[in-house]
Nanobody, 125 residues
Framework: QVRLVESGGGLVQPGGSLRLACAAS????????IGWFRQAPGKEREGISC?????????TYADSGTGRFTISRDNARNTVYLQMNSLKPEDTAVYYC?????????????????WGQGTQVTVSS
């Protein structure tokens, strides 16, 4: 059973940075995709960024994240990171990572089979 554990969330001032981590375990294959999503109160879950275990670079989808958010992976540690810079109050949300058992990178939540418990990011002064 695939297990995902997010960490790195917290309270940060506008303009600050955070690095989220998604530690994954339980994959039976070395081919998988990991996505980062977020969900703010009263809003739908939004795909931010994704990467596969075979890709050198990931893709950042959210217009609000492009240029500020960067996804990366460390296959040796089975961990995917989301570096978030120049954070804004509207980035406040619960951030989730999700996994799919194939080399897929997509912002569509329904494609992913496994989800972490989420980590809260609050951007406020």
């Amino acid at each position: 059973q695939v297990r995902l554990v997010e960490s790195g969330g917290g309270l940060v001032q506008p303009g600050g940075s955070l690095r989220l981590a998604c530690a994954a375990s339980g994959f039976t294959s070395d081919k998988y995709g990991i996505g980062w999503f977020r969900q703010a109160p009263g809003k739908e879950r939004e795909g931010i960024s994704c990467i596969t275990s075979y890709s050198e670079r990931g893709t950042t989808y959210a217009d609000s994240g492009t240029g500020r958010f960067t996804i990366s992976r460390d296959n040796a540690r089975n961990t995917v990171y989301l570096q978030m810079n120049s954070l804004k109050p509207e980035d406040t949300a619960v951030y989730y990572c999700a996994a799919v058992n194939w080399l897929v990178c997509t912002p569509v939540p329904g494609v992913y089979n496994y989800w972490g418990q989420g980590t809260q990011v609050t951007v406020s002064s």
